[in-house]
Each structure stands twice: as C-alpha cells, then as structure tokens.
C-alpha cells in the first residue's frame, strides 16, 4: 500500500488541479460584484440521509484556497446524517468562500456517497470475519479521494495502483504462458528490482488454485467468479496457506452468502463506480 506521505501528495494535486481547472485566471463573478475586504459565513447543509465524508478534505481545501477561513465542524467523518444537519460553518472572506465552494462540494458529494454504500456493504458483513474492498474502478484523478471515502465507511483499501501491488491476473497469466511462468517470472523481477510489495493471483478455477498453491510467495488468492459452492472449496483447499478474496459481480444480494463461504476479502467496484451522489449544499448564512 502507499505510504502516508504518498497518499498527502496525491491530495495536494487534486487539490491543485482542480482549483485551477475551476478557476483559472480568477473567479470573476465574485471579483466583479463582492468587495474583497468583505466578511461572510456559510454553512453545510445535509439535503439528504447517508454517512458524511470529506470534512477533513474540505478543511484542506479552505485551507489551501484562504489560510485565514476558519472551519467549526459539527459533524465528523463517519457519522450518520440526515436532512436538514449542518455539517460544519465556514467563516472569512467571502470572495474566498465561494471560490472553494464548488471543489468542497464537488468532493463531499461524492466522498458521502461512497462513504454511504460502503457502510451499507460492510453492515452487511457484520458476524462474519469477512471484509469488503475498493477496487481501481475509480474515477480517473480523484483515486485518492474515493478510497479515502471506503475507509470512512468502514471498508479497505485493495492495492492504491499498478505500483503498490502485483496482481496476476487472466490475461497476465495467458500472456505470459500459464500461472507457475507467471509467479515464477514475477518473483524473479521482484528479486531483482529490490522491491518489496505483495503478490495476488487470480484463480478461474479449482484447477488453478492448485497450480497457485503449489508455488510459494503468494499473499492472497483471487477466487474470481466462483459460484458459492466452489467458493467454499477454494476456502477449503487454501486453508492458512494465504488470504483469499472473492470477487466478479457480487452484490448487495449475494455479498452475505459469499462471506458465508468463509473469505477474508470481498471486493467490489461497485463502492466507487455504481453510487448516486449525496446531497449537500453550501449556503450562506447571517
């Protein structure tokens, strides 16, 4: 997984990046009609029932716009809100207010969204040893920020990129002739670049996970669209030799029955690629 520093630096360029693509040159609706001395306040209203995600991001975000706005937050990351709450007030210059308004917003929504069916998914699991992960089915530029919200609302991260994990998967294993030429290769290329990172492998079939097994150096197994039958074998078969984790196609109605079978991990694009935003607003208030 990346380091802290890492993922603070992903942070600071979407922060960066998106306040440029927003506002450019200036914010000239503002400039043109609000005095730059004047003071405003403004509160987050909650339009809608879910978990909240990105208050901390939103803090950054005010922060990195105007060091002098000042955040009084009410609501925390993680907690449940419902219409009408108010998440947090944010006091300043107005110009400067605004000019964060969208980015914050922008961000919340979608965080929130996350944050909410992740939750939905992981209260789902509850009694079984069973945890739901994000995958890399994420919005292109904001990674870090979507799976900030899958941890907010109590799932795990799977691998942050290409870089941070080997993940062998069908087409690695087709194209580099079979599954033991594929782990073979891989821990050699490992070896000899020094690095220190973990190596899953996805399984098709019951066939290959015993090709899997009988190679050593592998973190967790990929049981990739098994029905729950087979999956309980897979489980059977792999015992303590690793962790395993179910993934293709699980839902809200099937994720239950595949923890059943007694996986560490399910994993699911779903989190971050399949949500509706949540409602939030920015409004200003005396």
Not at 41 to 54: F, P, S, T
Not at 128 to 156: F, M, S, Y
Request: proline fraction near 1%; charged fraction near 30%.
């Amino acid at each position: 997984m990346i380091s802290k520093e890492q993922f603070e630096n992903e942070l600071d360029l979407i922060i960066k990046n998106a306040i440029r693509e927003d506002i450019g040159d200036g914010d000239h609706t503002s400039l043109s009609c609000i005095p730059a001395d004047a003071i405003g306040k403004a509160k987050l209203l909650v339009k809608d029932d879910g978990i909240i995600a990105g208050v901390e991001f939103a803090k950054q975000v005010f922060k990195y716009v105007d060091a002098d706005l000042q955040v009084e937050t009410f609501i925390n990351d993680g907690d449940k809100v419902k219409y009408g709450d108010i998440v947090f007030h944010v006091s300043g210059k107005s110009q400067s207010i605004l000019m964060a308004e969208r980015l914050v917003l922008n961000a919340m929504q979608r965080m929130s969204a996350i944050a909410t069916k992740t939750a939905f998914f992981a209260d789902l699991l509850k009694g079984t040893k069973t945890k739901v992960l994000d995958t890399r089915k994420t919005t292109p530029g904001i990674r870090a920020l979507e799976k900030w919200a899958v941890k907010i609302g109590g799932g795990e991260n799977h691998r942050f990129a290409l870089y941070d994990m080997v993940m062998i998967k069908d087409n690695h294993i087709d194209f580099a002739g079979g599954i033991t030429a594929a782990i073979t290769k891989t821990k050699k290329y490992l070896a000899d670049k020094k690095l220190d990172i973990k190596i899953i492998v996805e399984a098709r079939s019951l066939e290959e996970i015993k090709e899997i097994l009988s190679n050593k150096g592998v973190y967790r197994i990929l049981i990739d669209n098994f029905n729950y039958e087979d999956t309980k074998k897979a489980v059977a078969l792999i015992g303590d030799t690793c962790l395993t984790e179910s993934s293709g196609g699980i839902n809200e109605d099937t994720i239950r029955k595949y923890a059943d079978c007694g996986v560490d991990f399910i994993s699911s694009g779903a989190l971050t690629h399949s949500v509706y935003n949540l409602d939030l607003s920015l409004k200003a208030i005396d």
